[in-house]
């Protein structure tokens, strides 16, 4: 079957600078700059427990309620797990009608420390379930409301966190407004290295934060696939096993014994299979190198429990050679109601052709499948390494001034991943050289923050009403 290209935002005739320049100012006629700080939904707005129910109504049954008992837990939670809820609320916002390809989730702690193929530590988005071509104010958005989120379960005044979300943004347009004078190819080489990182903590972070940086570092390094063989596999027999943890990791064979199972073994031998002529010809070789010997079951995050997850070890010249792949079922993004469906063939593809275009470097097995399960019904489905030198923050250990660092750090990335696909010359002048925008977001962040307040409010009550249940893991 044919796969359709990416579509650039950028159509029609190639205009000059001056001339995409002069686009994005015009752009404030439609959508001032000002007006990003309303948000104001109407009595009748949705209800986002309604919302939630949907998304399950395709996820495994058994693992629903263990998604809503982590979304019950804070509103930081529960908004890591409404994407679709804010996508509906974004849909009814100011944009300026310059559009990019999107994270679709870019709450903060998607931004995370990540390995390049050429084994550098980079920092990085790393979620790209709901990516699609997009209002390029949709993922800032996102990231602005998750710190104002993050910032009231830490306590942080009224006024720190205004300050940590014009922070946030300003590093974003800033960084947009630099983009928009650079190449194309030096655009799309720009990265931040851990090396980066760590010099610009060393900065402007006290002893303790610099500490904390620097642990975190040397964690990154240490999260890969031999981390997860001593971590999640045992010996049984002579033979290296997936260690079985219900109902959070649970090996096929214990899942579904006899002809079941045996036919969820063979989809996902097939899928494994089948995904590598999505890599790279050297990369294809490479995994060819490697057997499989195990599959199992694992929940992962917040929004994606239910959504059918597996893990598969894999081992090279010996038993002490391993290599573990996680396949993520990939459905239709929270976005596509909203901004348009995607013009790929499968929903893997979707989010590989995301992450490949945002990111400055993708794991080298990241690929996809299309499969017929055992139910009948054909899934999407993206593989990448279960672990590779990825360390993700931890918001709630932050003091102000870190949090605020790290999303500056967030904004500057953010806005790369959009210069590489958008068009940097017209969303940076459409931002200028004011804090206008900055902000305008820092209001919107704290508006929505109350509503998220109201809708984890909302599941905790339909929880208690019997409504929807939820279950601790």
């Known amino acids: ?49 309604d919302v939630i129910e949907k998304q399950s109504d395709s996820r495994v049954p058994e693992l629903v309620p263990i998604r809503y008992g982590r979304m019950s837990e804070s509103p930081f939670r529960f908004y890591r797990g409404a994407a679709a809820i804010m996508a509906r609320d974004l849909a009814g916002t100011p944009v300026s009608g310059l559009r990019t390809q999107l994270c679709g989730d870019a709450h903060l702690l998607n931004f995370r420390l990540l390995a390049s193929p050429e084994r550098h530590l980079l920092f990085d988005i790393n979620d790209f379930d709901e990516t699609l071509p997009g209002p390029w104010e949709w993922d800032v958005k996102r990231l602005a409301a998750s710190m104002v989120i993050a910032s009231r379960e830490n306590g942080f005044t009224d006024k720190e966190r205004a300050r940590i979300v014009q922070a946030t943004v300003r590093s974003y347009r800033e960084r947009m407004r630099t983009f928009a004078g650079m190449r194309n190819l030096d655009i799309w080489y720009a990265k931040a290295d851990a090396e980066q990182v760590q010099a610009v903590a060393d900065g402007r972070l006290h002893k303790r934060g610099r500490k904390q940086l620097a642990e975190s570092l040397a964690k990154a390094r240490k999260r890969d696939s031999l981390q997860a063989f001593e971590k999640l596999t045992e010996v049984v027999d002579g033979e290296r096993r997936i260690t079985s943890s219900p109902p959070v990791v649970e090996r096929i064979e214990d899942l579904l014994p006899g002809l079941e199972g045996a036919a969820l073994q063979k989809m996902l031998t097939e899928l494994i299979t089948r995904y590598s002529h999505s890599l790279q010809t050297d990369r294809r070789h490479l995994l060819e190198q490697f057997r499989l010997v195990d599959m199992a079951r694992k929940v992962v995050g917040v929004g994606s429990v239910g959504t059918r997850c597996w893990i598969i070890l894999l081992l090279g010249r010996d038993g002490e050679d391993p290599l573990f ?20 063939a499968t929903q893997g593809e979707r989010v590989v052709a ?35 030198w990825k360390g993700i923050a931890e918001p709630s250990l932050m003091v102000p001034r ?54 984890h409010q909302a599941l905790l009550d339909a929880v208690k009403e019997g409504r929807v249940s939820a279950q601790s893991a």
């Open 1 to 49: 079957m044919a796969r359709k290209p990416l579509k650039s935002p950028k159509t029609g005739p190639w205009l000059s600078p001056r001339k995409r320049a002069e686009r994005g100012k015009a752009a404030r006629k439609a959508a001032p700059r000002a007006s990003h700080a309303v948000f104001e939904p109407g009595p009748d707005r949705f209800d986002p427990v």
């Open 325 to 344: 792949l996680q396949a993520k079922e990939a459905d239709e993004s929270v976005l596509a109601e909203h901004a348009g469906a995607t013009g790929f």
């Open 354 to 388: 995301g992450q490949r275009l945002m990111q400055a470097a993708s794991d080298i097995f990241l690929g996809w499948e299309r499969v017929n399960a055992p139910d009948g019904v054909q899934r999407d489905f993206y593989v990448r390494q279960l672990r590779d």
């Open 402 to 455: 870190g949090l605020r660092l790290f999303g500056e750090l967030c904004g500057a990335t953010l806005a790369r991943a959009h210069a590489r696909s958008g068009d940097p010359i017209a969303i940076g002048a459409y931002l200028g050289r004011s804090d206008v925008f900055d902000r305008a977001l820092a209001d919107f962040a704290e508006a929505y923050a109350d509503r998220n307040e109201r809708d």
